[in-house]
Structures are given as C-alpha cells and as structure tokens.
C-alpha cells in the first residue's frame, strides 16, 4: 500500500448485524443510544436497518436480514457483530477505483443505489477491514 495516500473521507457509522433489531436496540439504548433514524428497508441490499445515536460515541447502523438466509448470514453465524466501518464520499466512483488502485480492495457490493444513500460500495482492504462507501449528495 502507498501510505503517501490518504484518503480525505468523513467517518459515518459502524454497521452492526443482527437477528433482531428491536430486541438488540434495547441494549444500546441501555448504553444511552437513541434512534437517529426510521426504520428503513433495502429490498436491494435485503436489509432491514435503522441509525442509532449517543452523545460522545460513534454513530451504529443496526441491521438485520429480510429472510432467512441473507447478507448478515455469515457475520452472524461467525458471532461477528460490528462488520463494517462507513464513511462519506462526494465521488464514489472516484474513491473506490483509488482503494482498488492503491490498495488492492476487493470490491464486495458494486457500486448500487440504496434506500438511504445515493449510492452505496462495499470493499474490503487487505487487512480484512470491510470499508462502505456512502454517497448521500445526489450527484
């Protein structure tokens, strides 16, 4: 990796699987969360998930699948909760083909269209971290 290269990128939220989000939002509310967001569902992503917030900690993005075998399957039979790291793009297209180029990234979910973003791209870098880019401009 070039680590001349950094990326200029805001840091958006954890994604955080789960079989059950109203039973797992229990727990984060017992840790000062509060729903940041509505409920909202991805028929593309297959994903049911809402944004919690707390004063002083990182923004979650609490997710579950919509069926039984869905996207979250493999993080949650592995008991892996906190799955990926967001962060903001002005310029998806532009950011992804720079961490492929400069990284190696692996592209996991093309670049698509989503419920609550303008666009949306799962990578994962080579040290294993699974980066989502999120563009919320409509540009």
């Given at each position: 990796m070039n680590s001349a290269l950094t990326f200029n990128l805001k840091?958006?939220?954890i994604g955080v699987a789960t079989r059950n989000i109203e039973k797992e939002l229990a727990y984060y509310k017992m840790?000062?969360?509060?729903?940041?967001?509505?409920?909202?569902?991805?028929?593309?992503?297959?994903?049911?998930?809402?944004?919690i917030e707390a004063k002083g900690q990182p923004t979650l993005e609490l997710l579950e699948n919509l069926t039984d075998k869905g996207p979250l399957t493999s993080c949650l039979e592995k008991g892996i909760k906190f799955y990926h790291f967001a962060y903001e793009t002005n310029d998806i297209e532009k950011d992804v083909a720079s961490l492929i180029?400069?990284?190696?990234?692996?592209?996991?979910?093309?670049?698509?269209?989503?419920?609550?973003?303008?666009k949306i791209c799962f990578l994962m870098l080579k040290n294993?971290?699974?980066?989502?880019?999120?563009?919320?401009?409509?540009?």
């Open positions: 840091f958006h939220h840790l000062g969360y509060k729903e940041s967001s509505d409920f909202f569902c991805d028929n593309i992503q297959g994903i049911k998930g809402i944004f180029a400069s990284n190696k990234a692996i592209v996991v979910v093309p670049i698509t269209k989503a419920t609550f973003f303008s294993m971290m699974m980066v989502e880019l999120v563009q919320i401009n409509k540009g």
